[in-house]
Each structure stands twice: as C-alpha cells, then as structure tokens.
C-alpha cells in the first residue's frame, strides 16, 4: 500500500512540477490518514493543494487501492521541516537559517542569512561575511522563524 501511495503522490507532483517532499500514511490500515507534503520553487498555496489533491484522488481511484477508505490531507512542508531541495532555497532568500554543512574539514552548525544562489551555490552572511556554500555539501537546512 505504502509503494502505491508514494508512487501516486509522486506522480501527482511531477504533473504538477511539485516537488514531493514526504508522504506519511498514519492510522490503520482500514482507513488511513494519508498526508502529503509538496513544494515549488515559489511556494504552494492552498489552490495548489487542492488541485494536487483532486488529481491524487483520480490516481488512487483508478489503481489496485480503488476501494481504499482513507483520508487525504495536503499541505506545503512548512518551516519546521528541513529543506531538501535546491528549488526551495528560491523562495526564501533574505531569510534567516539554521544550518549545518561540511567545509571540506567538519561539519560546522550556523545561524546565517541567505542573499544570493547561482547554479548550485548558495551566499549566506555570516557574522557580516559572505560565505558560499555548495547545495551538496549543506547537510540539513531550516529557515529561521522570528516572531
């Protein structure tokens, strides 16, 4: 069942150039919860959801799963999951973030302002330093919530 789902919301995303960022199946196997997190380089509002939502249910209706009760819930990752993805970098330049990443030496943890990104380059400022770190070597990502 898993498999099914992942492949679907997969599917679903790439109709849609989402970016999948996790599926989760919660609850019994009778009647799932089925959660589905999706993002794009500019966001996702709640009309992306929807339309993800509709499309995932014509999918499921017509797989092996046809007859599975469950209850379907999309939403974007919000800020309290890392980022994964290049594209979702884009949309949060001028904000602030906790990251960890390899300098070729260790892994180092920081608290830094995102500027700029070209190619697979990010520019952050660090203690008033611009420091730039390649995507790949950026080990985990959260962008900063101030209240």
Do not use: H, W
């Not at 919301?9 to 599926?23: G, V």
């Not at 019994?28 to 966001?43: A, C, H, L, M, W």
């Not at 980022?83 to 602030?96: A, H």
Request: proline share 2%; hydrophobic share 35%.
């Amino acid at each position: 069942m898993k498999e099914i789902i992942e492949n679907i919301a997969k599917s679903t995303a790439e109709d849609f150039r989402f970016m999948l960022i996790k599926t989760k199946i919660k609850g019994v196997k009778k009647t799932p919860e089925i959660e589905v997190f999706i993002d794009s380089k500019v966001g996702v509002g709640t009309n992306d959801c929807a339309e993800f939502s509709r499309k995932f249910k014509e999918k499921l209706e017509t797989s092996s799963l046809n007859n599975l009760d469950y209850q379907l819930v999309v939403s974007s990752p919000g800020t309290e999951e890392p980022l994964i993805y290049l594209e979702q970098y884009f949309k949060n330049i001028s904000r602030e973030f906790k990251l960890s990443f390899d300098d070729g030496e260790k892994v180092q943890s920081i608290e830094a302002k995102l500027n700029n990104i070209k190619d697979d380059t990010l520019f952050f400022e660090y203690k008033k330093k611009e420091i730039e770190i390649k995507f790949i070597n950026i080990k985990k990502a959260k962008v900063k919530t101030s209240f």
